[in-house]
């Protein structure tokens, strides 16, 4: 009976649903030589500036509380989403990712709006946003729960 896949069984007596809330750490770090070693090495095609760009970018999110609250848990549901298997949490689309950092990007210096839009356009933005998105980690091991209560309760026999 245990080998027996689940569709097969008919003993379901009700559905449950449940409310999980956590609280997780994320850690944003500054794209410094140091901090992207393991990521990126300037050369002759690209530039210790490459990357001096990307933390400008990182640093104009870090003062945009709204963005940053947006970015942040979009990255969390992302990744919840991931280590779940869940096609039902996801974060921010492409798109509206492309929205959140042309709003920063535009209040950045002309030269990396330049840079950032040209990127947009050829679609290589994500290639040229990689140190900014390895910057922002969120730390699942610290997680904690916070609280965890039964929302519905659905029998089967209604």
């Not at 070693?37 to 709204?66: K, Y």
């Not at 990744?79 to 996801?90: C, F, K, M, P």
């Not at 492309?98 to 679609?123: C, G, I, P, Q, V």
Request: aromatic share 6%.
């Amino acid at each position: 009976m245990v080998d027996e896949p689940l569709d097969k069984r008919n003993h379901e007596v009700a559905e449950v649903t449940c409310r999980i809330v956590m609280d997780v750490k994320i850690r944003v770090r500054g794209i410094t030589p140091e901090s992207v070693v393991d990521e990126f090495i300037p050369d002759e095609d690209l530039t210790w500036e490459w990357a001096e760009r990307q933390n400008r970018l990182l640093q104009t999110l870090m003062s945009d509380g709204e963005a940053l609250n947006q970015y942040l848990i979009s990255i969390v549901k992302d990744e919840l989403g991931s280590i779940l298997n869940s096609s039902q949490i996801e974060g921010l689309s492409a798109e509206e990712e492309d929205e959140l950092f042309e709003k920063l990007y535009s209040e950045m210096n002309d030269e990396d709006t330049l840079f950032f839009r040209e990127a947009r356009r050829d679609e290589i933005l994500y290639e040229n946003m990689r140190l900014v998105h390895t910057a922002v980690e969120p730390d699942w091991g610290s997680a904690k729960l916070e609280d965890v209560c039964v929302v519905e309760v659905q029998s089967s026999r209604d």
